[in-house]
């Protein structure tokens, strides 16, 4: 299996630009996550997806993030307009729904490293 | 909100020498995990402990479940330059479903 893939690597924008990133999950993984990572704050959970369905977004900063999972294969988080406050590495993980809960693996995609200028 | 400290947030040892990570907590955790993440490189997934006082063993790395399973620790015995990397250790939450809270980091650096 190729892991999580994350697309584009690197990304940068202007104040104010869309912004788009976008995550394929490993093949018959159930849950999606989208983390976001800064020095200041470290590895924080945005939103989560079971099944395509989003599960909690209240770590979602505010209204300009938005997040979809349009089928089992494919999810995108988009910045609307993007602000400087919001460079930062992007990580996407997804999980299996074999063995509980608390013993479950997330898998992380090597990241976008998103730069708004 | 579930917050989890580590301690020491950056840490130079030389090779050969022993250390310990410390990860705390005022919450219960259901489980436990311990990821390392390097340069460019989403994190990976090192071990997970889920019983108060569990002691797993990955090679030369130790890994502690407090008793009350509010507080975890992670020893390197005789670590070697491979062992540099970002350590961070990830609660789960009981009773959520997927949810992992995780601490702020320990940047270790072996030198040779």
């Known amino acids: 299996d190729a892991g999580v893939i994350q697309s584009p690597r690197h990304e940068v924008t202007e104040m104010g630009q869309e912004v788009t990133l976008r995550c394929k999950p490993i093949s018959g993984h159930d849950y999606l996550f989208w983390y976001r990572q800064t020095m200041m704050r470290g590895l924080e959970l945005l939103i989560y997806?079971?099944?395509?369905?989003?599960?909690?977004d209240s770590g979602m900063p505010e209204d300009r993030f938005s997040a979809k999972m349009p089928n089992a294969s494919f999810s995108t988080l988009k910045i609307q307009p993007s602000e400087p406050r919001d460079s930062a590495v992007y990580f996407c993980?997804?999980?299996?729904?074999?063995?509980?809960?608390?013993?479950?693996?997330?898998?992380f995609g090597p990241g976008t490293r998103l730069t708004v200028l | 909100t579930q917050l989890l400290e580590q301690s020491p947030q950056f840490l130079s040892i030389q090779e050969g020498e022993n250390l310990t990570v410390y990860c705390n907590s005022s919450s219960v955790f259901s489980s436990l995990q311990w990821y390392r993440q390097e340069p460019g490189e989403g994190p990976v997934l090192l071990v997970t402990?889920?019983?108060?006082?569990e002691v797993k063993k990955l090679k030369r790395l130790t890994f502690q479940f407090g008793d009350a399973r509010k507080d975890s620790s992670l020893h390197i015995t005789a670590a070697q330059p491979g062992d540099t990397g970002l350590y961070l250790c990830a609660g789960g939450a009981s009773g959520s479903a997927r949810q992992l809270t995780f601490g702020s980091g320990t940047q270790l650096t072996v030198l040779p």
């Open positions: 993980a997804s999980s299996g729904a074999s063995g509980t809960f608390r013993t479950d693996t997330q898998y």
């Open positions: 997806f079971n099944n395509n369905v989003p599960i909690d």
């Open positions: 402990v889920v019983t108060g006082g």
